[in-house]
């Protein structure tokens, strides 16, 4: 394990999209992180170990999303994959 010091970061962009708007400083904790990769194997003894569920995993907190529809509050994750040509990008699944 290393350690990792916090410190302070600008998080977010004034010049790009409205949704990263506003760029603002934001402090971080310092925290430990593992030095080389863990595998799919090493994770599935983790959970094993542990009972560990991902944020993908977990319930979500409606007072983290106001005015998010009931419906978007399930906890979940998208799988990307490469695609066998072009796709319809209107649809955010498809990026």
């Keep these: ?13 004034d010049r790009h999209y409205p949704e ?14 593992d030095q080389t990769a863990m595998t799919n194997q090493d994770f599935a ?5 542990t009972g560990y569920k991902t944020v993908a995993e977990r319930p979500l907190d ?10 978007m509050l ?5 799988v990307f ?3 066998d040509g ?3 990008t209107r649809d955010i699944r498809h990026w």
């Design 81 to 83: 994959r490469m695609t």
């Design 20 to 33: 990263e708007r506003p760029c603002h400083s934001v402090k971080v904790a310092g925290f430990w992180m």
């Design 1 to 13: 394990m290393a350690w990792i010091p916090g410190g302070t970061f600008l998080m977010g962009s």
């Design 86 to 88: 072009p796709v319809d």
């Design 45 to 49: 003894r983790f959970f094993a170990a």
């Design 74 to 78: 399930a906890p979940g994750a998208l």
């Design 62 to 71: 409606p007072t983290l999303y106001p005015g998010a529809p009931p419906g």
